[in-house]
């Protein structure tokens, strides 16, 4: 048999830890991990700063920006604590009542046009829950995952959002053809798209700086027709959740298949500002995603 990766065992002890923890106690442990993340993680912390003083137009510094990122960190350590107890979450008798949906009717417009619809997403807040929350409503959303090492821990991420109701597209080559597939069923497929992974992506110009954003929704919505539906879910207190559904960006072909994807990529950077700025201390992106961050 071969050796578990620390990285493993550390995710999976965490996870059966989160599940044994009380209700009353959950948050404000998960709040004090993340905290203490952050004067670890001192790589992150240093991103996650530049990232809400982008997020903020420069008006955060010193104290104050401090304070916020100790609140970004409590905020992922949130994010973490109820992604490993969702499979159990569930099982709630209450669990649709602490959910509060914003612009859904904007989804189910796009359903009974019958050409499928994609959900955009900034890391912003419990995105997971998101996903949970649609299979609760008979509608099975397909998911793009990022591929982590070592391959158990990408298994048994794959596995917890299966159990959640989830179809899983490891990120890939096959995963666009996946998508395409999805949406021609007149499914809902969800990309979080504020984080150009490959690195091949479109120029935009998002909170203020030249970076590159995924061209997947945009290039998916043009070939499908899909509804293309930039969307956040907010943390709210008392382990309350606040979705928003912003109105379909305009897809209308309207020139070359670049300059058309280039035009509907930049108007989902700005609804991804829209979005962020309402909690800037949600977003969890603690990676290098602007050029001057390298």
Same mark, same amino acid.
């Given at each position: 048999?071969?050796?578990?990766?620390?990285?493993?065992?550390? %995710?999976?002890?965490?996870?059966?830890?989160? =599940?044994?923890?009380?209700?009353?106690?959950?948050?404000?442990?998960?709040?004090?991990? &993340?905290?203490?993340?952050?004067?670890?993680?001192? =790589?992150?912390r240093r991103?996650?700063?530049?990232?809400?003083?982008?997020?903020? #137009?420069?008006?955060?510094?010193?104290?104050?920006?401090?304070?916020?990122?100790?609140?970004?960190?409590?905020?992922?350590?949130?994010?973490?604590?109820?992604? $490993?107890?969702?499979?159990?979450?569930?099982?709630r008798p209450?669990?649709?009542?602490?959910?509060?949906?914003?612009? %859904?009717?904007?989804?189910?417009?796009?359903?009974?046009?019958?050409?499928?619809?994609?959900?955009?997403?900034?890391?912003?807040? #419990?995105?997971? !829950?998101?996903?949970?929350?649609?299979?609760?409503?008979?509608?099975?959303?397909?998911?793009?995952?990022?591929?982590?090492?070592?391959?158990?821990?990408? =298994?048994? $991420?794959?596995?917890?959002?299966?159990?959640?109701?989830?179809?899983?597209?490891?990120?890939?080559?096959?995963?666009?053809?996946?998508?395409?597939?999805?949406?021609? *069923?007149?499914?809902?497929?969800? !990309?979080?798209? *504020?984080?150009?992974?490959?690195?091949?992506?479109?120029?935009?110009? $998002?909170? #203020?700086?030249?970076?590159?954003?995924?061209?997947?929704?945009?290039?998916?919505?043009?070939r499908t027709?899909?509804?293309?539906?930039?969307?956040?879910?907010?943390?709210?207190?008392?382990?309350?959740?606040? &979705?928003?559904?912003?109105? +379909?960006?305009?897809?209308?072909?309207? #020139?070359?298949?670049?300059? *058309?994807?280039?035009?509907?990529?930049?108007?989902?950077?700005?609804?991804?500002?829209?979005?962020?700025?309402?909690?800037?201390?949600?977003?969890?992106?603690?990676?290098?995603?602007? +050029?001057?961050?390298?």
């Amino acid at each position: 048999m071969s050796r578990l990766s620390p990285s493993y065992v550390a %995710y999976r002890g965490g996870a059966a830890a989160a =599940e044994l923890v009380p209700e009353w106690a959950g948050e404000r442990i998960a709040r004090r991990a &993340g905290r203490l993340a952050g004067l670890v993680m001192a =790589e992150r912390r240093r991103m996650l700063e530049r990232n809400l003083v982008r997020a903020s #137009g420069g008006t955060l510094s010193g104290d104050d920006l401090r304070r916020a990122v100790d609140a970004g960190f409590e905020s992922y350590g949130r994010y973490w604590l109820e992604l $490993f107890r969702l499979r159990r979450d569930l099982r709630r008798p209450d669990f649709d009542d602490r959910i509060h949906l914003d612009g %859904y009717e904007h989804v189910e417009a796009g359903l009974a046009a019958g050409r499928g619809v994609i959900l955009a997403l900034p890391h912003l807040g #419990g995105w997971e !829950l998101a996903g949970a929350w649609l299979a609760r409503q008979g509608v099975r959303p397909a998911v793009v995952v990022e591929p982590v090492e070592p391959p158990e821990l990408f =298994e048994w $991420f794959a596995g917890v959002r299966r159990d959640l109701g989830m179809e899983v597209i490891p990120l890939g080559p096959d995963a666009a053809p996946a998508l395409l597939r999805a949406l021609r *069923d007149n499914r809902v497929v969800a !990309l979080v798209s *504020d984080r150009d992974l490959s690195g091949d992506g479109v120029e935009v110009e $998002f909170f #203020g700086e030249r970076t590159t954003l995924p061209a997947g929704p945009a290039m998916l919505a043009l070939r499908t027709g899909a509804a293309l539906l930039p969307v956040a879910v907010y943390f709210e207190p008392d382990g309350g959740h606040r &979705g928003v559904v912003l109105p +379909p960006r305009d897809t209308t072909r309207t #020139g070359r298949l670049r300059d *058309d994807i280039a035009r509907i990529t930049q108007d989902l950077a700005r609804s991804f500002e829209v979005l962020i700025e309402a909690a800037p201390e949600q977003w969890h992106l603690m990676q290098p995603n602007w +050029p001057s961050d390298r």
